[in-house]
């Protein structure tokens, strides 16, 4: 097991947003959780397998965190004062997960050569992400979990597209007016494009939770 980053994972409530939207922290790894808002905000974890966690962030403020344990799925984050605030947390043992960036794509490096299981989520996906296509080809995945061969060097593992109605319809409360709005409900085909995992010989090998992405 690879011990987990020196630094910590940051979360910050600013313009009434959490940022990052999607964040990772390894096992191990404290979660710094910041208020740079002229509001006072509270961060409630929704977590599994760590210790629940719900605390009030006051203007300026800072609190804590230490992780214990890996989840086995995306863990909300929100604020109970300003709801349509959400934010997303992966941890695991590994450091194995890439996110995705505005163009959908995801760089995940050091994965071990041979067949890795990559762990596909979305958000908004309603429930498992069971099907969609790569690079134009139909695929079915089990619980949103794809089988690949990874080979030495860069491996580009094309396009993946997910139809639309595979995702919850929003059902988001309003926002007051003035606050910064929230991103909106999915309404097209979602596009992934894995362009970038590199792999090699000496990476300690196990199942990843590889990819999970968001809009």
């Known amino acids: 097991q690879k011990k987990p980053p020196a630094g910590v994972a940051t979360l ?4 009434c947003r959490f940022e990052p939207h999607v964040f990772f922290a390894q096992v191990g790894q404290t979660v710094e ?5 002229q509001t006072g905000h509270n961060a409630n974890f929704g977590f599994l397998n760590n210790p629940g966690l719900n605390v009030l962030i006051p203007i300026g403020g800072k609190k804590e965190v230490t992780l214990v344990a ?6 909300p984050v929100d604020c109970n ?7 997303h947390i992966i941890v695991q043992e590994h450091p194995f997960v890439g996110i995705s960036n505005e163009q959908g794509e995801i760089e995940i490096i050091n994965l071990p050569v041979g067949e890795v299981t990559f762990l596909i989520r979305h958000e908004s996906a309603d429930g498992s992400i069971d099907e969609g296509t790569v690079d134009g080809k139909a695929q079915k995945w089990s619980r949103g979990r794809m ?3 990874l080979k030495p060097g860069v491996n580009d593992l094309g396009t993946i597209k997910l139809s639309p109605d595979k995702f919850k319809k929003s059902s988001k409360p309003p926002e007051p007016a003035g606050e910064t709005p929230s991103v909106g409900s999915v309404t097209r085909t979602t596009r992934l494009h894995v362009r970038r995992v590199f792999s090699c010989a000496a ?3 196990r199942e990843a939770f590889a990819a999970a992405f968001a809009i």
């Open 33 to 37: 959780i910041l208020n740079s808002d």
């Open 203 to 205: 990476a300690n090998a």
């Open 81 to 87: 004062i300003h709801p349509w605030m959400k934010a």
């Open 70 to 75: 890996d989840e086995p799925t995306l863990i």
């Open 147 to 149: 089988e690949i061969e």
């Open 12 to 15: 910050d409530n600013n313009g």
